[in-house]
């Protein structure tokens, strides 16, 4: 499942479709262009917005000339041993528990946000020491899921 969104960034136009969110990657084409996009978290909450024009420190490459899977944005947190929330959501379908064994890219738990069920992934192989959410609760940006042993 995708969401499309049209944005506007410095008086330009772009078609915007995000497709599976998994924990820290994201795939993203941009006005039909495969782009690897990386964005690093200061590990500071995001501010409240209010009108405000808020612009988050993106890093893009170039698009992949050939590409067989879709390209991968990766949300840098402030500690490897955590999967945070890439945007705010309600917590769906948990797929882990304390104890289990995570590879790369397996599917931790889905995260509804604007009626768009999200697979939130691994970004890293490990023993899941604790889950810090529930099914139902909503969470903000940056709410930390799980914690690696």
Sequence with gaps: MSKKLQISLNGKSYDVEVN??????????VNGKAYDVEIEDSGAPMPQTSGQNIQPAVK???PKASQTAAPAVVIAAASNDVIISPMPGVIMDIAVKPGDKVEVKQPICALEAMKMKNIIRSNREGVVASVEVSEGQRVPYGAVI???A
Excluded at 20 to 29: F, R
């Design 146 to 148: 799980i914690r690696f």
């Design 60 to 62: 893009v490459a170039a």
């Design 20 to 29: 599976d969110i998994s924990g820290t990657t994201m795939n993203l084409s």
